[in-house]
């Protein structure tokens, strides 16, 4: 639910990765899951949810794939739901697709609207976690994460893979995305986690950088990263229960 009606709440989701750990010669938000592509999935949660008043999108200059799903599908879905639907122009790290997409989202939000960005290849969110987010994060300041506390017991291991430590897993957390942050002070903080040279790969660190502690909230395990082909079949496992 959402308890702020006077900010409104964006999701951004950096779709311009390649892809590599998959081997696939389609980059993975585009390949078949569940009679739609990675992408669609993930799109429509956002979609379909109520909180969310719109979505930024960054894709690769070009990208052919992009244009099909935009031209062909998202259009009609989004004039339906009417959320806009931004695009933007993808980085070279995952961070400067979300700066890019935060840049373009400015001129239609404000300063202290919510974004909430997620990975185009975790498919699998569920909308429970999205109101989580929002009904723990909106009434603080700097926001947090959606976050998994370590269940395996943790290894430190050399170049060999030979184990020189076990580290203490008590306070160590996983963590997925969404990550709900106000747009300037997230814009702020990873324009100058760039400018510092700290390609951060997620969004809390740039806001740890910045000094802040950004809160986690505890998300479903099935919020998983396509990242492996195995992760695909598991995607398609719970698309099948779900
Ligand atoms: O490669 P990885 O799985 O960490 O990427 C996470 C997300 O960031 C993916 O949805 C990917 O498309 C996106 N990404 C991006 N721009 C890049 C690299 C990755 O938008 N330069």
């Not at 122009?89 to 697709?97: D, K, L, W, Y």
């Not at 060999?160 to 990550?179: D, H, N, Y």
């Not at 909230?217 to 992760?231: A, C, R």
């Amino acid at each position: 639910m959402n308890l702020n009606t006077a900010k409104k709440y964006w999701a951004v989701i950096p779709a311009a990765g390649v892809g590599k750990r998959m081997g696939s010669q389609i980059p993975k938000q585009y390949l078949p899951l569940a009679g739609k592509t990675v992408i669609e999935q993930t799109l429509s949660v956002f979609l379909q949810h109520p909180d969310i008043h719109g979505i930024v999108v960054a894709v690769t200059q070009g990208d052919p794939y992009w244009q099909e799903i935009y031209e062909h599908q998202y259009i009609k879905e989004s004039d339906s739901n009417e959320k806009p639907i931004i695009v933007a122009i993808g980085g070279v790290e995952r961070c400067h697709s979300v700066l890019n997409s935060l840049e373009a989202l400015s001129s239609h939000a404000s300063d202290d609207d919510w974004v909430l960005v997620h990975d185009a290849a975790r498919p699998c969110l569920k909308a429970a976690d999205i109101d989580c987010l929002i009904e723990q994060l909106s009434e603080t300041k700097s926001g947090g994460i959606l976050g998994l506390p370590m269940a395996d017991t943790v290894k430190r291991c050399d170049k060999e893979q030979k184990i020189l430590a076990t580290v203490e897993r008590s306070e160590l957390w996983r963590a997925l995305t969404p990550q709900m942050f106000p747009l300037k002070l997230l814009k702020d903080a990873l324009s100058d986690a760039i400018k510092a040279g700290a390609l951060v790969t997620d969004e809390a660190s740039a806001i740890e950088l910045s000094g802040l502690k950004p809160q986690i909230v505890e998300g479903h395990p099935g919020n998983i990263k396509i990242t492996h082909p195995n992760d695909l079949q598991l995607a398609e496992l719970f698309f099948s229960f779900n």
